[in-house]
């Protein structure tokens, strides 16, 4: 059962990786890599201080707080766990692997840029204004970045599944803990003060 799902996730890998062009490769080499984002990032925090207003220093600390539990659970905690090979170091298919600027580390699961990007869009969800197509475009930026890491041949689907929902579940997390329970607390306490 187990080398069935893992043979039929090498196909996929295999199937998805093998839509390459010249261009494609330039185009998804800058698409991946982290520092041709920083003009995105920099609009996201003007639109906290300026678009949202409310408590600015608050929602960022949330963004970045959801952005590095996310970073550090997949990097810190999942990779060295499980020790699941890249697609371009697993021995199995390194040779059919199309690989865009390197392989990076030997390990894959969970991938790092899938949790981020994913962790970054819920939390924008969460506190975007109601009528900001924001969140929706930050959704499909996330979308974009983790198939780019197929693309590039670093990562098995999975691995940006899994990414993905450990990026959503972890800023739901501190989402409730920061503005549920902290300001329920808060509320809590004054009432007692006074």
Not at 24 to 29: E, G, K
Not at 86 to 95: F, L, M, T, V
Not at 155 to 166: K, N, R
């Amino acid at each position: 059962m187990i080398d069935t799902i893992k043979y039929a996730e090498y196909e996929w890998f295999l199937w998805l990786n093998s839509f390459h062009s010249p261009t494609l490769d330039v185009i998804m080499y800058w698409v991946t890599h982290r520092f041709t984002w920083i003009p995105l990032y920099l609009y996201l925090i003007y639109y906290i201080f300026v678009v949202i207003k409310k408590k600015p220093w608050h929602n960022l600390v949330f963004v970045l707080v959801s952005v590095g539990l996310a970073d550090r659970i997949t990097s810190g905690l999942m990779k060295p766990y499980f020790q699941r090979f890249r697609p371009c170091h697993d021995p199995a298919i390194e040779n059919l692997v199309h690989v865009v600027g390197g392989c990076g580390g030997q390990y894959g699961f969970a991938s790092s840029h899938a949790a981020n990007s994913f962790a970054l869009a819920m939390a924008f969800a969460l506190i975007a204004n109601k009528d900001s197509n924001l969140k929706y475009f930050l959704f499909l930026w996330a979308i974009l970045v983790s198939y780019s890491r197929i693309y590039v041949g670093v990562h098995y689907p999975t691995d940006l599944l899994t990414g993905a929902v450990v990026g959503i579940l972890i800023t739901l997390l501190v989402y409730f803990i920061t503005f549920k329970y902290i300001n329920f607390t808060n509320l809590k306490m004054r009432s007692i003060s006074q």
